[in-house]
């Protein structure tokens, strides 16, 4: 059972450039959530994808956006990126029914260096 | 913001117990505490939860004070593999997958040492 996977697993951009980042979920699962980790930093909240549409957003610019396909696979676009958008990118996937565990389950993280 | 504090650092004995603290002094009745660990260039890993009774399962203990102002996570026997960064969570009770953000601080980061 393959769990979070996420792609590229490492990128180098420059400042001004646009990058597109890809997730597929926890087989099963139908909701996915994107976070940016900053070195050094717990990981900040960007937004949560449910039934394709985002239904949680975190304080990030318009910059930022996201998709979820039908599949449930996600990927973040960032536009008109800068210096400090350098972060490890992570996807995490769970369930939309209510359950009691809370868990999310992450995947591996996107690396993106902005020069 | 997130609404817990942890020191942030300690290190350990391996095969000691590790009890890692977490302040959360300012959690409402419908709040659970949850804790998540990230190993050095992993993702964060679910740890366990509980909302006001102790909780126990294969890889740790959740002890939570009578008025849940702060817990504590022991890891029985701590092995080198234990290494990393533990984020204690709080989060609303009433979630659903659809609702299930998670607010990280910076956590605390554990050192097992040989």
């Known amino acids: 059972d393959a769990g979070v996977t996420q792609s590229p697993t490492h990128l180098i951009k420059t400042r001004g450039q646009q990058v597109t980042l890809r997730c597929s979920p926890k087989s099963g699962h139908d909701t996915v959530s994107w976070y940016q980790q900053a070195l050094g930093q717990g990981p900040q909240f960007i937004f949560q994808?449910?039934?394709?549409?985002?239904?949680q957003r975190g304080n990030f610019p318009d910059r930022f956006s996201g998709h979820q396909f039908p599949n449930y696979s996600s990927e973040l676009n960032v536009n008109a990126l800068l210096l400090g958008d350098s972060a490890l990118y992570l996807c995490?996937?769970?369930?939309?029914?209510?359950?009691?565990?809370?868990?999310?389950?992450f995947g591996e993280g996107s690396r993106l260096t902005v020069l | 913001d997130a609404k817990t504090t942890q020191p942030p650092s300690m290190d350990c004995a391996e095969g000691r117990a590790a009890n890692l603290p977490c302040n959360h002094s300012?959690?409402?009745?419908?709040?659970?505490v949850y804790w998540y660990r990230q190993i050095h260039s992993q993702g964060p890993q679910y740890i366990i939860h509980?909302?006001?009774n102790n909780e126990t399962n294969e890889m740790a203990s959740l002890i939570i004070t009578e008025d849940r102002k702060s817990s504590t996570l022991i890891l029985p026997h701590a092995t080198l593999r234990d290494t990393a960064v533990y984020y204690c969570i709080v989060r609303d009770a009433k979630i659903t997958g659809a609702n299930s953000k998670l607010t990280f601080g910076k956590g605390i980061t554990l050192s097992v040492r040989p």
């Open positions: 995490a996937s769970s369930e939309a029914v209510t359950h009691t565990t809370g868990e999310l389950f």
């Open positions: 994808y449910y039934e394709e549409e985002e239904r």
């Open positions: 509980g909302l006001k």
């Open positions: 300012t959690i409402s009745g419908n709040e659970y």
